[in-house]
């Protein structure tokens, strides 16, 4: 398939050289919009072409897959995760899916580490304070937050994002735990200190901040359900920047009200944008709108790697983040 001739099609305004790039390379359709595409649009021009580059946003799942015909060979998503896309249905129809992992690992365990030290040292209310005009002066116990050092994290997924967090834990002196389904080899379990934990339920119980950093599938919805949240001490503190889907949401929001916990810094949840409102309006509560990856950096390598596989692709080899269901 020659690069020049694929009809390609973007579902939303990407970084402007991004843009640019794809189209001096392909034949393609552009967006005006920076929402997502309704449903109907995007199946039309799924049928269009043979590439087609979503984002998170789109919900491309068997239906819409179903009525994609037989042009369209290659999702090459603009992001690292691909729970919006059914992988398998896609791979069944003969179109294969490619993502773009690795360039947004340390500008997410970046955001994390923000958001554990933004939680912990009660930046919201500080910040609070500050816009209401009411701070007057510097006082011994106000605003008092949490030392990180000595305080033990526990990592909820150690892929890439999980271990350059525990990387940037170590350098703050805290103690790193992981529970992930497959165990670290030795040396790179001794390179980040982290310990192992077969039971999560057993880690929960002894960690200060758990941070989220698995990806959302079958087996990991609602991972961290009211039981768990149960396990944990009052004290500790759950971050969470890969998918909100990970956590029960509204278990999440009834242990803070309750003071089952002591804080929570989100930036992803489980219905999107649709946040539970009653998470708001919590002091120790720090929202952000999915911004783990927002660096113009890394949003640039993200369409650099978009582009790869799709060249790859059209030279008739294997794109190199090719995703296997
Ligand atoms: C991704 O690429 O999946 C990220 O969540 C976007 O920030």
């Known amino acids: 398939m020659p690069a020049q001739k694929l009809k390609v099609a973007i579902t939303r ?29 995007l199946a039309a021009r799924m049928a269009e072409v043979d590439v087609l580059i979503p984002t998170l946003g789109d919900r491309i799942d068997a239906k819409l897959l179903s009525g994609a ?10 992001g690292a995760g691909v729970d919006h896309i059914d992988v398998e249905t896609a791979r069944a129809r003969g179109i294969a899916v490619s993502n773009t992992p690795g360039v947004l690992t340390e500008d997410t365990a970046d ?9 912990s040292r009660r ?44 990387k940037r834990a170590q350098a703050f002196g805290m103690s790193v735990h992981y ?10 379990e001794e390179e980040i200190g982290a310990r192992w934990w077969d039971s999560l339920d057993q880690m ?36 969470n920047t890969s998918r909100g889907e990970v956590i029960d949401e509204n278990a999440l929001t009834r242990a803070l009200r309750n003071g089952e916990l002591a804080g929570a810094a989100l930036d992803v949840f489980e219905h999107g944008a649709s946040v539970n409102p009653r998470l708001r309006d919590l002091p120790n509560v720090l929202l952000l709108p999915h911004m783990g990856s927002a660096t113009v950096e890394g949003r640039l390598e993200m369409g650099e790697k978009v582009l790869l596989n799709i060249k790859t692709f059209a030279d008739g080899h294997r794109p190199p983040d090719l995703v296997v269901p």
């Not at 015909?69 to 603009?78: C, S, V």
């Not at 955001?111 to 939680?119: D, R």
């Not at 892929?159 to 967090?165: C, K, L």
């Open 204 to 239: 929960l119980a002894r960690v200060d901040i758990l941070s989220v950093n698995a990806p959302h599938t079958p087996a990991t919805f609602h991972l961290l359900n009211a039981r768990r949240l149960k396990l944990m001490k009052p004290t500790a503190f759950v971050v």
């Open 111 to 119: 955001m994390t580490m923000a958001l554990i030290l933004g939680v």
């Open 179 to 188: 529970h992930n389904r497959r165990r670290l080899r030795p040396e790179a």
């Open 69 to 78: 015909g037989e042009r369209l060979k290659l999702i090459a998503n603009y």
């Open 13 to 41: 305004r990407l970084p402007e050289p991004v843009e640019t790039r794809l189209a001096e390379l392909f034949d393609v359709t552009l967006c005006d919009s920076d929402t997502a595409l309704p449903r109907e649009e």
């Open 123 to 166: 930046l919201k209310e500080g910040v609070t304070l500050m816009q209401s005009g009411d701070w007057h002066g510097w006082s011994p116990m106000a605003l008092m937050g949490n030392r990180l050092g000595g305080k033990r994290l526990g990592i909820l997924g150690m892929g890439r994002i999980g271990q350059a967090v525990a």
